[in-house]
């Protein structure tokens, strides 16, 4: 069973910087893709970034230039760089990583909240 721990989530002010961190309890190389995903109140999860097996990068058009996702395989950790953070920017960012084994698995972990304030 896949583990992930988010952490970085804070109160920041509009055009701050967070960093947010996604720990595995195994490798990222064994996943299929790893990333974020973010829900606003009364709003549906939406993918923020993503780094799929390969290597390929994917942002949503919306934090593309300001968000940065990275990958370090030797802590086992995903890290999401957010700059110029905005007020719309507010939600519960998720981690979720993906395995194809035998069939596709979702990972998901607790969650981790961001406010932006203007």
């Known amino acids: 069973q896949v583990q992930l721990v988010e952490s970085g989530g804070g109160l920041v002010q509009a055009g701050e910087s967070l960093r947010l961190s996604c720990r595995a309890s195994?490798?990222?190389?064994?996943?299929?893709?790893i990333g974020w995903y973010r829900q606003a109140p009364g709003k549906q999860r939406e993918l923020v970034a993503i780094?799929?097996?390969?290597?390929?990068?994917n942002y949503a058009d919306s934090v593309k230039g300001r968000f940065a996702i990275s990958n370090d395989n030797a802590k086992n950790t995903v890290y999401l760089q957010m700059n110029s953070l905005k007020p719309e920017d507010t939600a519960v960012y998720y981690c979720?990583?993906?395995?194809?084994?035998?069939?596709?698995?979702?990972?998901w972990g607790q969650g981790t909240q961001v406010t932006v304030s203007s």
């Open positions: 979720n990583a993906v395995t194809y084994k035998l069939e596709r698995r979702d990972y």
């Open positions: 195994e490798s990222t190389l064994s996943f299929g893709a």
């Open positions: 780094i799929r097996s390969g290597g390929t990068i």
